[in-house]
């Protein structure tokens, strides 16, 4: 259903008014200018996104089934497999905040540092110790912690993945604007 015509012609008029600035037609060569350097592509990662996002959400019931878990079997274990479960779980915990607050700033706000810190620790420490409790027999892994560490296993492992295809894309994109730029001064320069 549209709008009667005397009626679309006077909001046309009073949106023009109104928003408009009707002393000037054309923007200046400056504003011109300003509005060509605000192009900018997107190179964020949606699939490292989404896998942050949902990792996000699972780690809390990762981190109380696995206090649950280790309470349970406290008794059963070696004394040394009980301070490396302590130490493994503490460093997760710490690590995982630091690792998914990176991830989002890099990816969001398209930052090389933050999202090449997140990849790092990634797959240097996160997933080496999900592998260690995975596989590691001796740890007693019960079903539902082998059920929860392959979820988060496979939330990491997709993290390697899309941050490594997403830091390879944001550091050729950086890259390329950074030789434009130059280009772009040498230009003025001849001009």
Not at 164 to 185: D, I
């Amino acid at each position: 259903m549209d709008l009667p015509e005397p009626i679309r012609r006077r909001l046309g008029d009073f949106s023009r008014t109104v928003f408009v600035d009707q002393s000037r037609t054309q923007p200046s060569f400056e504003e011109h200018a300003n509005f060509l350097d605000q192009n900018k592509d997107v190179v964020s990662s949606l699939p490292l996104q989404m896998s942050l996002y949902f990792n996000m959400w699972f780690f809390p019931f990762w981190w109380i089934s696995e206090v649950v878990m280790l309470d349970l079997k406290y008794s059963a274990l070696a004394d040394y497999y009980k301070f490396i479960l302590i130490t493994i779980l503490i460093v997760m915990t710490l690590i995982e905040a630091i690792r998914l607050y990176l991830g989002n700033a890099g990816n969001l706000q398209e930052k090389v540092p933050e999202l090449a810190g997140f990849w790092l620790l990634t797959f240097l420490l996160q997933f080496p110790l999900i592998l260690f409790q995975l596989f590691n027999e001796a740890v007693l892994v019960q079903p539902l912690e082998r059920g929860v560490h392959i979820i988060l296993a496979l939330f990491i492992f997709a993290e390697v993945l899309f941050g490594f295809v997403a830091l390879r894309t944001m550091v050729r994109h950086t890259e390329s604007r950074f030789h434009l730029r130059q280009f772009h001064g040498i230009q003025e320069l001849r001009t």
